[in-house]
């Protein structure tokens, strides 16, 4: 006898229109929390809208304009130290959010990038971003940004490294996802 399972989109769909149901019935009521939220999940997603396009266009371009070699020489497995500096610069200039960070290490990780370096970008795209740094910056001083500076960035490649080894020696890879051209 053939074993049903339940597709995996149904907990998803469930999840949305209970959450929507709330927005409707929060709207309805006026309940604030809610209203809150409704706020809040609608600023975020038009925020979404307006940067994911762009970030895609550019990861599309670096694809198909970066070539392979370009990447393994400076940011794979033999590419030595230097390439942890790539990567602090590559994360410091990512802007938005770090969802954009993730398809961007991604498309590294795809093009030869060591699993250490993708680690490094990925920290230093949450930690250093030129925006976020002017910000706090302005905030807290040039000198509290530089003591977090001379101590994340060392124990964000340290750990990189760290993580990039063991999950190498547990052979660790990311799946590319298959294309259907046709």
């Not at 602090?88 to 290490?105: D, E, K």
Request: charged share 15%.
């Amino acid at each position: 006898m053939k074993k049903r399972t339940i597709p995996r989109i149904v907990p998803t769909l469930l999840i949305t229109a209970v959450f929507l149901a709330f927005l409707g019935i929060s709207f309805l009521t006026g309940y604030s929390p809610g209203l809150e939220i409704q706020k809040n999940f609608f600023d975020f997603s038009r925020e979404m809208l307006l940067i994911l396009p762009c970030a895609f266009v550019l990861i599309g371009l670096f694809e198909a304009w970066v070539k392979r070699e370009t990447v393994e020489k400076h940011l794979g497995r033999e590419a030595g130290p230097l390439s942890y500096i790539w990567a602090l610069i590559l994360g410091g200039c990512t802007l938005g959010p770090m969802i954009v960070a993730l398809p961007v290490a991604y498309a590294l990780y795809h093009k030869g990038a060591s699993l250490r370096v993708v680690f490094t970008y990925l920290g230093a795209a949450a930690i250093c971003r030129i925006p976020m740094t002017i910000f706090e910056a302005s905030f807290m001083g040039i000198i509290f940004t530089v003591v977090r500076y001379a101590v994340s960035l060392p124990l964000v490649v340290l750990s990189s490294i760290l993580l990039g080894n063991y999950l190498e020696k547990k052979e660790f890879t990311l799946r590319k996802e298959e294309t259907h051209e046709g």
